[in-house]
């Protein structure tokens, strides 16, 4: 049964913005749904960095240990993090946080690792997880040169593993332009190639840690269709 209320923000590589669009996402909620608790789980962190930023902006009362179960020290892949430091990738402690988060709060976001391609452990990608945990996903594609590929061969990774993909949102990782979007990442284009919709278009961020630029950036999203249905009720 596909889980209704958490959500899975994949990529379609590292530096395409996940962390950009799901902080977005929780201002957005915070202020919108200020009675609906919301939580935040990054299963796996290698290298310093999201929890680190998550906990400094929107849970300051939750360990570190609390919001990414699994941490390496090495800014590698999951697996050769961990064989750098002779440790092994233990899911079945990741899995229990994120049912307790769902028990305890209206949503709950997930930010995934590098691509849906990514390795998790040395047998599963971050795709091959979302579908054993019946994740529905949002796709971040960054908009450069490049993105249209990224997303047909990311949103065909998802279509193999069977996974509930609410739609793709673009990620301006630098200052774009009308014309820059239209070349580089046109909406039209990639919907007619992968059959799955454009949520919009996250615009570029200089300060990517106000609040209130965040949350005003998501009300360019067509957060209906990303949202929970309970939330949308509130």
Not at 40 to 47: E, F, S, V
């Amino acid at each position: 049964m596909v889980s209704l209320n958490a959500l899975l923000v994949a990529g379609t590589d590292t530096d395409v913005g996940k962390t950009v669009v799901t902080s977005a996402l929780l201002a957005y909620w915070q202020r919108v749904f200020p009675h609906r608790s919301v939580g935040i789980l990054k299963p796996l962190q290698a290298g310093v960095g999201d929890r680190e930023l998550y906990q400094r902006l929107f849970f300051p009362d939750l360990d570190l240990a609390a919001i990414c179960p699994q941490y390496f020290e090495a800014p590698l892949a999951p697996p050769l993090a961990a064989a750098l430091e002779h440790r092994t990738i233990h899911l079945t402690q990741i899995w229990p946080r994120l049912e307790q988060l769902m028990q305890h709060h209206a949503w709950v976001l997930v930010e995934g690792l590098g691509g849906l391609g990514s390795p998790v452990t040395a047998e599963l990608t971050v795709a091959a997880l979302a579908g054993a945990w019946r994740l529905p996903v949002v796709l971040v594609v960054p908009v450069k040169l490049g993105a249209i590929g990224q997303a047909v061969a990311n949103v065909a990774l998802a279509r193999q593993e069977h996974l509930d993909l609410r739609g793709i949102i673009l990620n301006c990782v630098q200052p774009c332009t009308p014309e820059s979007l239209e070349q580089w990442a046109p909406a039209p284009l990639i919907t007619a190639l992968t059959q799955v919709p454009v949520l919009g278009t996250l615009p570029y961020l200089e300060d990517c840690e106000s609040l209130v630029d965040l949350a005003q950036a998501a009300t360019h999203l067509a957060v209906e269709a990303i949202y929970p249905v309970q939330g949308q009720a509130a």
